[in-house]
């Protein structure tokens, strides 16, 4: 039987849930840069090599480097390169309409917000998950609208990206919306 537990309860569990989420999420960040910064400065001092092995690749003039199936580039962590996904979305706001604000996230794919939090949670102020208006969430969860930096990823038959106003309409299959976030992510940072 499941122990009865008060709404202040609730919510400081929650509170704590989120915390050690986002605490996770940041060290995944750092570590991963710290790893990256090790390996290229153990592969080029000790072997001699310039680290072409197919493990990096330019486009546009950005130079992506593949580490444990992921492609790196600066701060960003992509799980595609800009050459695997659709171009999509015309009049995208760029990157820097996030910076040090707060950016709201509805999902409808894990791995795709994940994607999402890790890139932006380098620019953004916070990430925060929050329900649109008129959708039916849990009661936790605030409520926003296109007046917020709000980025929306729903599963769809097409694949799409759209703005209107301060939202971003991300919907696509749900095999296919991580590619989507990349794609997104890609416009937002002026590479593709």
């Given at each position: 039987?499941?122990?009865?537990?008060?709404?202040?309860?609730?919510?400081?569990?929650?509170?704590?849930?989120?915390?050690?989420l986002g605490f996770f999420l940041v060290?995944?960040?750092?570590?991963?840069?710290?790893?990256?910064?090790?390996?290229?400065?153990?592969g080029s001092s000790n072997t001699g090599q310039d680290n072409t092995q197919g493990n990096e690749v330019e486009y546009n003039g950005f130079k992506f480097i593949n580490q444990n199936g992921l492609?790196?580039?600066?701060?960003?962590?992509?799980?595609?390169l800009p050459t695997e996904v659709e171009s999509l979305g015309t009049g995208i706001n760029p990157?820097?309409?996030?910076?040090g604000k707060p950016v709201y996230v509805y999902s409808e794919d894990?791995?795709?917000?994940?994607?999402?939090?890790?890139?932006?949670?380098?620019?953004?102020?916070?990430?925060?998950?929050?329900c649109p208006?008129?959708?039916?969430?849990?009661?936790?969860?605030?409520?926003?609208?296109?007046?917020?930096?709000?980025?929306i990823i729903k599963e769809d038959t097409e694949n799409s990206?759209?703005?209107?106003?301060?939202?971003?309409?991300?919907?696509?299959?749900?095999?296919e919306l991580a590619k989507l976030?990349?794609?997104f992510l890609f416009k937002i940072l002026e590479i593709k």
């Open positions: 039987m499941r122990r009865l537990v008060s709404k202040e309860e609730e919510a400081k569990n929650k509170k704590r849930n989120q915390i050690i060290l995944v960040l750092i570590l991963s840069s710290v790893s990256f910064a090790l390996q290229g400065g153990l492609w790196i580039l600066g701060n960003y962590v992509f799980r595609y990157i820097s309409n996030y910076q894990e791995d795709a917000t994940i994607d999402l939090v890790v890139d932006l949670g380098t620019v953004a102020q916070r990430i925060q998950k929050a208006e008129g959708v039916i969430c849990s009661a936790e969860l605030p409520v926003k609208t296109c007046n917020d930096n709000f980025i990206i759209t703005q209107e106003n301060n939202c971003v309409f991300i919907k696509g299959q749900k095999d976030v990349d794609a």
